[in-house]
């Protein structure tokens, strides 16, 4: 079936450093890929989105870009800030499937040092 | 434009009870996903309701349930408690199905089963 493995957290950085979190899917189809970022006592948000191979999804100086050859759609920002500690979840849609659900994973939690 | 609404934030309840969580989606939109947060588990699907009909569902058992009303606000019911439901129930809205449409999330319900 259908899965999505993120990197294990916490990931702490400092201020203006660089951010790669790893995402890699397992999917029958042809998914839609996802980030979501979830701050502290909130909901998730959609941060970016990439629907198929070699598609970039950015938002707000976040980037991550399909790759169907190596399955993953890893997060990176150029230079983060302290306003970026949250939880970030990667997650596919396969309607392909025959279902629509959102598979997600466990999410890596980021704390940025000032 | 008002978000997704959950009622209500938190909730304590005993073995054995039974819950109802109510979700109110954005205006507009017609389809409502549900999903349990635990730590342990990360986000899981529950269900997806679009136009009133149950679309899809996840691996929960039947002590799981929801149901949509024709204005698109959704609840769900979980029978029978137990401590391992104790979790952060978030549910989403969107306007369609599939990942065509974003999914906007409300901020959830905090369920902890004593």
């Known amino acids: 079936g259908n899965s999505v493995t993120q990197m294990e957290g916490p990931v702490t950085l400092s201020e203006e450093a660089f951010l790669t979190i790893n995402c890699t899917y397992t999917?029958?189809?042809?998914?839609?890929l996802f980030w979501y970022v979830q701050y502290p006592g909130e909901g998730l948000q959609l941060l970016l989105k990439?629907?198929?191979?070699?598609d970039k999804g950015s938002n707000k100086g976040f980037e991550a870009t399909y790759r169907k050859e190596t399955t993953s759609f890893h997060l990176e920002k150029g230079s983060v800030q302290v306003s970026d500690s949250a939880v970030y979840f990667c997650a596919l849609s396969d309607p392909t499937s025959g279902t629509y659900k959102y598979i997600f994973g466990t999410g890596t939690r980021l704390k940025v040092l000032a | 434009k008002a978000g997704v609404t959950q009622t209500p934030r938190y909730l304590i309840k005993t073995r054995g009870q039974q819950v109802t969580l109510s979700c109110s989606p954005i205006s507009g939109h017609r389809s409502v996903s549900w999903y349990q947060q635990t730590p342990g588990q990360g986000l899981q699907f529950l269900f997806e309701y679009f136009s009133e009909t149950q679309r899809n569902k996840g691996n929960f058992p039947g002590r799981f349930s929801g149901r949509q009303f024709s204005n698109s606000r959704s609840e769900m019911n979980v029978s029978t408690l137990e401590l391992g439901d104790s979790a952060l129930y978030l549910c989403?809205?969107?306007?369609?199905?599939?990942?065509?449409?974003?999914?906007?999330f409300g901020p959830g319900t905090r369920l902890t089963v004593t």
């Open positions: 990439a629907t198929k191979a070699d």
């Open positions: 999917a029958t189809g042809y998914p839609s």
């Open positions: 989403a809205s969107s306007q369609g199905q599939g990942p065509t449409y974003e999914q906007y």
